[in-house]
């Protein structure tokens, strides 16, 4: 009667687990470039965009501006971004990646490999994860669109 909710029963369990040690993974690989992970993706962001706003960076990422913004005054306090005012509207904030936070780009080219590593994949089997995961984030959000 209760196995549907019985833990080991429960797909958002080892979701969960995977993500929290992926990204202690990944936070012992980053700590050599100075970044957090959530700041690891928003810098791999900009090295995409180069320049943005917050909505946009929040859009994308999934992230509201009352956990961006303590993470963008950080990433600039490295040197990493810069914001400044939008000249039209000054409620929002341009954003735009530095000399120095371009150049932390080729240090990061490592770090997928890293991490590889310890997932230890195949690339079929990434490949098929990757689908699946972005299957499922699609279906929860055109779910949240009704």
């Known amino acids: 009667m209760y196995d549907s909710i019985k833990l080991k029963n429960q797909l958002c369990f080892p979701i969960y687990l995977c993500s929290k040690e992926i990204i202690r993974k990944y936070s ?7 970044l957090t992970y959530t700041q690891y ?18 859009k ?13 005054k950080k990433l600039e306090k490295k040197g990493f971004i810069e914001r400044k005012k939008n000249q039209i509207d000054e409620r929002n904030l341009d954003l735009s990646l530095t000399k120095l936070g371009e150049s932390l780009k080729q240090d990061a ?10 997932l230890n994949l195949t690339n079929d089997e990434t490949t098929m ?11 929860i959000e055109k779910e949240n669109e009704l």
């Open 41 to 58: 993706i928003v810098m791999m962001y900009f090295w995409e965009v180069k320049t943005s706003n917050v909505k946009d960076l929040g």
């Open 129 to 139: 994860l990757y689908s699946l995961l972005y299957k499922i984030l699609n279906n």
């Open 28 to 34: 012992k690989v980053l700590e050599k470039l100075n």
């Open 60 to 72: 994308c990422l999934l992230l509201d501006s009352s956990t961006l913004t303590p993470l963008l």
């Open 109 to 118: 080219l490592d770090v997928p490999k890293e991490i590889r590593k310890c």
